[in-house]
Structures are given as structure tokens and as C-alpha cells.
């Protein structure tokens, strides 16, 4: 658990004699159980639980306090970084176990930022997709496969799909970066020309069609007086 790494060791029971301000961290307090360090959590949890100087603290409230402050740390990890921008539940999920926080403390996290707006899977999913509509660097099928890698269901990715016609601008856009590539394969015979770069559009997640009609574009439109030049382009 996050906070047992950070305190170093779980609390014994017994009297509170300190509650100290941490200098580096305004928002945090160190709590002293009998003369001794024991554990450091927020002001929020020092506020939730009702912990003050003299009360005697059972391994039971003991468990309860370290539970709530690696409830509150693993909350305020999860707003961090939602703030960058939207996450879908399964992204939020894999973070906060990266970040050590136990799979009660991730449930109740989620739970509790799902009841509240602030992780909607179908939000997320719209972010994303007008997001790589609008750079033009993904086709419609890499664009379902990075919402089926952040847990968007395949039902939902079909209806999302369908709504945002995300097919639709697969040949423009096909044809817009194999025109950015097609200067660096100058000088190959057309078998290599057309094998190359469709294996570069056939990555980003293009159609075979709008690849096909993109590669025989290009090769119809290079310069003929161009001198032999290639460059393995870059499957960004």
C-alpha cells in the first residue's frame, strides 16, 4: 500500500502525543503515538478522522487512518491526473496500481470520481477520438484499437464509431501523409515503392483501400527527373 511505503512501517496502537506540521509538505502533518513517529497523512485526513492529541488510537482506528490516507493520497494522485486531461476508467485504474495504491483503495477512488463526473468512459472516448480526427495522424482502425486499449468496450467503440464517422476522412487522410512520405522513397521500383509505403499506412491504422488508392496517387504524381533518393520513413 502507498502510504505504508511512505511512513515506512503500519503504526502500533496507542496514545496520540504530537501532531507535528511537515515542512515540506504544508498539507500534511506527522502523527507522534506514544513519543514516537508513526505516521504522516493530510490535514483531510487528519480532519476526517478526528484524530487530536491524548486520544488513544485501537489497531482498529489505527487501520482505519492508514486506509483513509491512502484513500485521500491515491484521490489526489487520480485528480492530478485528470487534470493533464481526460482518462478513461481502465487508464486511471492501471495508473494508480503503477503507483502501488491496493486494488480496495483504486475501487473506491473510481467509484467515488465516477459518482462525481469526473471519470466518464464515453467523454473519454469522444476526447479521443476528435482528438486524432483533428491531428489526422491515426486511421479509423488504429483509432478503435487505442479505445479498445483504454477499455472502451467494442459495442460502445461501434456506436462511437458510427456517431463520428471516423471512417469518413480515411482516404484524405491516407493521401495527406503518403504525400508527406513519398519523397523519401524516390529512386525505388514500383514493387518496393508500393510495398513500403503501405506497410507505413497500413500501421497507422488505414484501410486497404484508402492505402491502395493513396500509394497509386503518389506513384502516379512523382517526378521522373528526380534524382534516385530513399530514406526508410518513419512509422511514427
Not at 504522516?40 to 480532519?47: C, H, K, N
Request: with cysteine; aromatic share 4%.
Amino acid at each position: 500500500m502507498h502510504s505504508s511505503k511512505k511512513n515506512n512501517a503500519n503504526p502500533r496502537p496507542g496514545v496520540v502525543t504530537a501532531i507535528r506540521a511537515q515542512v515540506r509538505q504544508s498539507q500534511s502533518v506527522s502523527i507522534d503515538i506514544d513519543g514516537e513517529f508513526a505516521i504522516g497523512v493530510s490535514l483531510d485526513t487528519l480532519a476526517h478522522e478526528g484524530i487530536f492529541v491524548g486520544q488513544h488510537l485501537d489497531q482498529q482506528h489505527v487501520e482505519r487512518l492508514v486506509a483513509s490516507d491512502n484513500y485521500d493520497h491515491a484521490k489526489q494522485s487520480a485528480l492530478r491526473l485528470l487534470e493533464i486531461r481526460p482518462r478513461s476508467l481502465r487508464e486511471l485504474t492501471d495508473r494508480l496500481r503503477q503507483k502501488a495504491y491496493d486494488t480496495t483503495t483504486i475501487t473506491a477512488v473510481c467509484a467515488r470520481l465516477t459518482e462525481a463526473g469526473l471519470i466518464d468512459d464515453h467523454a473519454f472516448a469522444t476526447y479521443l477520438v476528435e482528438q486524432r480526427l483533428r491531428t489526422a495522424s491515426r486511421g479509423s482502425g488504429a483509432i478503435a484499437r487505442d479505445l479498445y486499449k483504454h477499455g472502451i468496450p467494442r459495442d460502445a467503440i461501434s456506436t462511437i464509431s458510427q456517431q463520428h464517422d471516423i471512417g469518413a476522412s480515411d482516404a484524405d487522410h491516407a493521401l495527406l501523409h503518403a504525400r508527406k512520405l513519398a519523397n523519401r522513397l524516390r529512386g525505388l521500383d514500383k514493387a518496393t515503392y508500393t510495398r513500403r509505403l503501405s506497410g507505413v499506412l497500413l500501421r497507422r491504422g488505414y484501410p486497404m483501400s484508402a492505402v491502395r488508392a493513396a500509394v497509386q496517387t503518389c506513384w502516379a504524381e512523382r517526378s521522373d527527373d528526380a534524382p534516385p533518393h530513399y530514406t526508410e520513413p518513419e512509422d511514427r
